[in-house]
Nanobody, 117 residues
Framework: QVQLVESGGGLVQPGGSLRLSCAVS????????MGWYRQAPGKQRELVAGITKSGVAYYADSVKGRFTISRDNALNTVYLQMNSLKPEDTAVYSCNADHHIYHDKYWGQGTQVTVSS
């Protein structure tokens, strides 16, 4: 059974930081490209950051310089360090696993991030 379990969300003031984690089980983690997505109320889900199985990271323009994605293949976990948070970063953040060849995809349930004073 494949499981992706996000944690680390919460309420933070503008300018603050949060670190999201996504613990993965049931797949060979090192063969999957990983991504963090977010969906705000009334908006479409968007890619925030991704990291290939080889560790190459890429980001949406809106978060470049503020967010950092990383992975620990020994712990089967992907992280999203979010700094200088803005109210417009408020959303449900979900992680995604995408096999690097076969592109079977899995999703976590999501974790709420709220940036507000």
């Amino acid at each position: 059974q494949v499981q992706l379990v996000e944690s680390g969300g919460g309420l933070v003031q503008p300018g603050g930081s949060l670190r999201l984690s996504c613990a993965v089980s049931g797949i060979i983690f090192s063969l999957y490209n990983m991504g963090w997505y977010r969906q705000a109320p009334g908006k479409q889900r968007e890619l925030v950051a991704g990291i290939t199985k080889s560790g190459v990271a890429y980001y949406a323009d809106s978060v470049k310089g503020r967010f950092t994605i990383s992975r620990d293949n020994a712990l089967n976990t992907v992280y999203l360090q979010m700094n200088s948070l803005k109210p417009e970063d408020t959303a449900v953040y979900s992680c995604n696993a995408d096999h690097h060849i076969y592109h079977d995809k899995y999703w976590g349930q999501g974790t709420q991030v709220t940036v507000s004073s």
